[in-house]
């Protein structure tokens, strides 16, 4: 027999490095990220470790397993799942080098039944090959006390002496795996209660192991149908939905015997999805998904009509072997339950369900009879279905089938019983099947997950209190010492039954694998309060993961059901399911690749939509839609199964040549600024323009003592009497940026909003703004107008008389605009006539005078100004790129592409296209009967059209829409949209998306509708938490937009001329400077300098990037030099000098005849 191929860590690749830049042709290298392994430095010293301690595993184990093996039986064979794993593995690679390291206990390879290795490792993933005839067994290594398989011969170890020390840890621990003991979960909430770095919180771009079980669910209450076809026996859900209990607040209501005339509610299962009827169209909703497993469960009620095993149902029989033939034919392993909730009614009403003990038995019988009948085609058996419902809210609160009310007693009883019902079914398989049929058997244990309110050590505890009490609650007597945890038995006392000793060893280890349950059903939904102990419920998957694996020794974890839910209304684009099932997934990915967590599959739930329980149709859970008022209830496929699809071909989330990022520079005479909205206009002059004449008293008050009626001579103030320019034009120059961008305000310089009343102190102290800027060789960028409060940045007569609804406010600007032109234009070369209107917030008439207004402003600067100033002069507009929900949707394109006119193509048609609004926008309106959208002449279309010399855009996050109605609340008539959120995305305090691929999007978008524009991205920036020191999330932000901005110049042709970073200082813009602001001190973030290495180096140039150097420019200022200020200084120099040299010729003139006449 051959050996088996080890799966190995990743390889790593190191980053090319390179300081060069380019000016010349845009070219770039997309560079892979770096190993994590290789960055710590334990690359392939780890890797043959972790061999090093498999082979030596391997010799330890292999002479004590082979007394167990009978030669030539099927047991010689050992999948390579079964083999013996390593003792300690290096942890796999990780995007960020920031994220947590250290060795864990070994994962071991995902099995599937009957694929053995052959060989070295070929084929990708044992998965693909769907488990073909002949399969011997699955893979997946019991914790129990059965039969272990047998391992592999020793392979033959080559000492290395690099692994000695190796050998003696595994002599020091007599070859024993590093255990995990309980109470060791506490240790979760610990190490995520700081929040991740930013690369460690968004999307991880990597693969599940080869061999990883990708599968799908379904129950058979909830989508079978057919309740009384074929002889199928009535279930307890048939009862409890046509019969249903009186409301749970008449506690005093015995449970209802089975027959009970009652108004049938309007939800039952009697039909649901007719999976019944139809399992050809159920399997092919499976091929067309790709998976791998398929999780069904088996009707007790169909195959045992009466609950006994002596009178089978031969049709319920025929179905479950046609269905596990058809899954043969396709290649897909069956995971098949036993007992999901739908116990038959004849057993509830003959011994009172599972609160009696002698049930078990009968559980058996009917799990013997689906053994014999099936199990040579299934490996993976599930026994019960979440105990922790059937429990709790089918006996103690009613709130479920049976519906008993019977109390916290009850329901501890229950438990109890179904425990040893469980440990019944996995000794009986364990010594009757396995040997023959190889299979595996658990039970699925349904959880939440609980972070504290503050995480203090009593916070902790109770969260660790709430898991035993659901979770621990089975998991502690199967997985542990066959007892329930001990907070527990100290809080329940005489509530909590109590074990013998033989049923502890009896229930001990009765699990060949976790499987785990964690979705909606009970999470947020069917969680008792009390078992909150008043913390908070969380959606972290990877966390309760992470606790699972600590807490019990490190498992094998089979996720055995997990996914949201979406509006019973909602039809095939579930974009809110398909985002939480990303979510669910890639926190499964990270828990494999960050964590050390073994995890070998994943379930998706379910297949199709169903019958939901409680929820009845109020809710949608499936893939595939099923219109539940057809008669043929075709399976449509929603946007998640096609999502799920693609996730599954590609086995996670590989790295893309777009996630890369890019080396390469931007052109030499990019504009790199900074962006202020609102400097701080202080005209307070300094000391020394004060004429006054002051004592000092030293004798008594040690202060300054202004002397009445004594002045000196009044000098003239400069512009460096203004202090405040001073500093601020410091923290610019400390950027290296280029330009700098602000806004003046309107209200400030016209009062009155017409130069009847004009502010020249406001006027003068722009004036030196922008010429100390010119001097520092830094170029202005002003704004004449932008919104905000508390008049909308206007004078507040203008505002008061309807701003911008009212066409005198058009007239108002254009007069601003002039005196700005004149006052400051001959300094300021860079113009935004409105800088970010808020179309969301804006009327229809207010836009159209809007437009007028920068069109008037800027044929006023191009006519009269334009010829003598040199400048440029255009509008920025906001465009935050909005991105359909589900990108397999056209409807949801369709109100993409809708948005965005109405976003950003309201006001940028006009200008930079027809000279008329967006047709979708006028169509869209025009459907509505809202004709309130007004009309250009053809005067004023020639007017607006064209009035920019470049194209300017603010651009901070990305949006999400969906056509969908899932939230009304989020839900937009006005536009028929519901905006929404990927909640794997990254997000700053405040909730705003980190989306940076978004602004490569719209820059692209813009360049299609509107031309090879110049561009400008005129600011982007993120606020951050004020407390955080490293400022981590803005250096993340700003690294992957400016990247983004670099692969639309350099792979997309986008004439991309300019980036701003939003903000300068956190004293105009809170939260978001690059300068943190305290004690009237400014001190620089660490933003700041990441963002002033990335302008010195004009990009991120690499060892392979083109090009060349880019020189230094020095312009000169003729306007602002030292000469042309000090003019009278120069005639003054130019004349002494002059002087002197006539002096001096005079003398030299005079001694010379001097000495003649003497001579």
Not at 548 to 569: C, D, K, M, R
């Amino acid at each position: 027999m051959s050996t088996c191929s080890f799966p190995q860590p990743p390889n790593g690749r190191k980053e090319k490095a390179g300081a060069s830049s380019s000016a010349g042709p845009k070219s770039g290298k997309l560079r892979p990220s770096p190993s994590l392994l290789d960055e710590l430095g334990l690359g392939r010293f780890s890797r043959e470790g972790a061999r090093m301690a498999h082979r030596r595993q391997a010799e330890n184990l292999s002479a004590a397993q082979a007394a167990h093996v009978a030669p030539g039986s099927r047991e010689e064979q050992v999948p390579c799942s079964r083999r013996p794993r390593p003792l300690l593995r290096p942890l796999p690679r990780c995007p960020s080098p920031l994220a947590p390291t250290p060795l864990v206990p070994a994962r071991r390879e995902a099995p599937i039944a009957g694929n053995y290795c052959h060989g070295a490792r070929g084929e990708r993933g044992w998965a693909r090959r769907r488990g073909r005839a002949g399969a011997a067994g699955a893979g997946i290594k019991g914790r129990g006390a059965g039969p272990q398989r047998p391992a592999p011969a020793s392979m033959p170890v080559r000492a290395r002496p690099l692994q000695l020390w190796l050998r003696l840890l595994l002599l020091a621990l007599g070859g024993r795996l590093l255990r995990a003991e309980p109470g060791d979960g506490a240790q979760t909430w610990v190490r995520f209660a700081r929040p991740p770095v930013p690369e460690a919180a968004g999307l991880l771009h990597d693969t599940f192991p080869d061999g990883f079980l990708w599968a799908v669910g379904s129950a058979a209450y909830q989508t079978e149908g057919g309740w009384q076809q074929h002889g199928k026996g009535e279930s307890i859900w048939d009862t409890f939905t046509h019969h249903p209990p009186a409301p749970l607040g008449d506690l005093s209501i015995t449970p209802l015997p089975s027959g009970t005339p009652l108004a049938p509610p309007a939800a039952t299962g009697d039909v649901a999805s007719d999976g019944y009827n139809n399992v050809l169209r159920d399997t092919e909703a499976l091929r067309e998904l790709g998976v791998t497993h398929y999780r069904f469960s088996i009707s007790w009620a169909r195959v045992l009509p009466n609950g006994s095993a002596s009178a089978p149902n031969r049709e319920g029989l025929r179905y479950y072997r046609r269905l596990l033939e058809r899954l043969r034919e396709l290649g897909v392993q069956p995971v098949v339950t036993l007992y999901h909730w739908d116990l038959p009614q004849r057993l509830q009403d003959a011994y009172g369900g599972w609160a009696n003990p002698s049930l078990a038995d009968l559980f058996r019988d009917y799990a013997e009879l689906c053994f014999r009948h099936f199990g040579s085609q299934v490996k993976y058996w599930i026994t019960i279905d979440n105990p922790y419902m059937v429990a709790w809210h089918g006996y103690a609160t009613g709130r479920l089938a049976p519906g008993v009310r019977g109390g916290a007693r009850l329901g501890y009883l229950v438990a109890h019983n179904l425990l040893l019902a469980h440990a019944k079914i996995w000794h009986l398989y364990n010594t009757s099947f396995r040997p023959t049929q190889g299979g595996q058997v658990s039970i699925a244990l349904g959880s939440h997950w609980i972070i504290p309110r503050r995480t203090t050590d009593h916070n902790i505890k109770e969260c660790q209190k709430s898991l035993d009490f659901v979770l621990g609650w089975f998991a502690r007597p199967i997985f542990i010492d066959g007892d329930y945890p001990e907070s527990m038995k100290n809080n329940l006392s005489s509530l909590l039954p109590d074990f013998t000793e033989a049923e502890k060893k009896f229930i001990k280890g009765t699990a060949d694998f976790f499987a785990l349950s964690f979705g909606p059903t009970l999470s947020f939904q069917l969680l008792d309060p009390q078992m909150k102990f008043r913390q908070l419920e969380s959606p972290s998957l990877r966390q309760l993961l992470s606790w699972i694996a600590l807490e019990y020794n490190h498992p094998q974890i089979f996720i055995v059901e997990n996914g949201w839910f979406v509006s019973g209304t909602t039809k095939r684009d579930d974009a809110k399911y398909m985002y939480y099932l990303k979510k669910f997934i890639m926190e499964t990915l990270k828990a494999i690749r960050l964590d050390g967590v073994d995890v070998i599959g994943y379930t998706a739930w379910s297949l199709m939509d169903g019958f939901e329980w409680h929820q009845g149709y109020n809710i949608r859970r499936g893939l595939f839609y099923v219109d539940f008022l057809s008669q043929d209830k075709k399976l449509l496929p929603k946007s998640s199964a096609l999502f799920y699809q693609k996730l599954i071909e590609k086995n996670g989330f590989p790295p893309l040549p777009e996630n890369q990022p890019l080396e390469g520079t931007f052109p030499c005479d990019f504009a790199w600024g900074v962006v202020d909205n609102y400097i701080q206009v202080d005209t307070t002059l300094s000391q020394f323009t004060d004429p006054n004449v002051y004592l000092w008293d030293v004798h008594h008050s040690k202060r300054l003592i202004k002397l009445d009626g004594v002045v000196s001579r009044k000098r003239k103030s400069y512009c460096v009497d203004f202090a405040a320019i001073r500093s601020q034009i410091v923290l610019l120059q400390e950027t290296h940026v280029t330009h700098f961008h602000f806004s003046l305000d309107w209200a400030l310089v016209l009062p009155l909003g017409n130069q009847s009343q004009v502010n020249h102190t406001v006027l003068r102290y722009y004036r030196c703004v922008v010429e100390e800027l010119v001097r520092a060789n830094i170029t202005p960028v002003v704004a004449l107008w932008q919104p905000a409060a508390p008049h909308q940045g206007l004078p507040q007569p203008l505002a008061q008389q309807g701003a911008w609804e009212n066409p005198h406010t058009v007239l108002a600007f254009v007069e601003y605009a002039r005196l700005c032109f004149t006052e400051l234009g001959h300094r300021v070369k860079f113009w935004i006539t409105m800088n970010e209107p808020n179309t969301r917030n804006m009327t229809y008439r207010a836009g159209h005078h809007l437009l007028k207004a920068h069109a008037l402003a800027w044929r006023e600067y191009d006519k009269k100004f334009r010829p003598a100033q040199k400048g440029k002069i255009s509008i920025a507009l906001q465009a935050d790129w909005i991105e359909p929900a589900c990108p397999f949707s056209q409807k949801d394109k369709e109100v993409a592409e809708r948005v965005l006119e109405f976003d950003i193509g309201w006001l940028a048609e006009p200008i930079f296209g027809s000279g008329d609004y967006p047709r979708v926008m006028r169509d869209w309106l025009n459907q509505r009967n809202n004709f309130l959208l007004p009309y250009f002449t053809e005067e004023e279309r020639q007017l607006v059209r064209g009035s920019f010399d470049f194209l300017a855009l603010s651009h901070y996050t990305t949006i999400l829409v969906d056509w969908e109605k899932e939230d009304p609340t989020k839900y937009s008539d006005y536009l028929e949209v519901q905006e929404m959120t990927d909640i794997t995305w990254l997000n700053s305090p405040g909730q705003v998306a980190v989306v940076p691929w978004g602004l490569r999007k719209v820059l692209n978008w813009l360049k299609l509708k509107y031309g090879d524009l110049p561009m400008y991205v005129m600011a982007n920036g993120i606020d951050d938490d004020l407390q955080a020191e490293q400022d981590q999330l803005r250096v993340y932000y700003i690294h992957n937009y400016v990247n983004e901005a670099l692969k639309a110049y350099m792979l997309d042709g986008i004439n991309l001329c300019g980036y701003f970073a939003y903000s300068l200082n956190d004293r105009s813009a809170p939260k978001f400077g690059l300068y943190r602001y305290a004690a009237n001190q400014f001190e620089p973030k660490p933003s700041m300098k990441y963002y002033r290495r990335i302008i010195d180096n004009n990009g991120f140039p690499g060892s392979e990037t083109l090009g060349g150097f880019c020189p230094e420019e020095l312009s000169k200022c003729t306007e602002c030099s030292f000469f042309h200020k000090r003019k009278s200084l120069l005639a003054f120099v130019a004349f002494l000098f002059f002087a002197f040299i006539i002096s001096l010729s005079l003398i030299f003139y005079y001694s010379k005849k001097g000495r003649r006449s003497y001579k």
